[in-house]
Nanobody, 114 residues
């Protein structure tokens, strides 16, 4: 069974940085793409980044492009999301997920204050 466990969230001031991690384990067949999404109270879920675990190529939502960077560990079982130049609008619960599946982690909270 696939397990995804996020860590690294916290509270920072606007302009600050955080690095989120996601440890993936279990069945990995067809896990060619991994992603991060976020959800804030009262807002729609928003996909923020995806990474092709084979090529390492990445894609980002316009709202985070140039500020967030997705990467993976050498074993491809750990994903990272570097969050730089954080804004108050980035406040949300961040989840690691396998796009197109129901697999996602429990989330890690990111809170950005002004």
């Amino acid at each position: 069974q696939v397990q995804l466990v996020e860590s690294g969230g916290g509270s920072v001031q606007a302009g600050g940085s955080l690095r989120l991690s996601c440890a993936a384990s279990g069945y990995t067949y067809n896990r060619n793409c991994m992603g991060w999404f976020r959800q804030a109270p009262g807002k729609e879920r928003e996909g923020v980044a995806e990474i092709d675990t084979g090529s390492g190529s990445t894609g980002y939502a316009d709202s985070v492009k140039g500020r967030f960077t997705a990467s993976q560990g050498n074993d491809k079982n750990t994903l990272y999301l570097q969050l730089d130049s954080l804004k108050t609008d980035d406040t949300a619960m961040y989840y690691c997920a396998i796009p197109g599946s129901t697999y996602r982690g429990q989330g890690t909270q990111v809170t950005v204050s002004s």
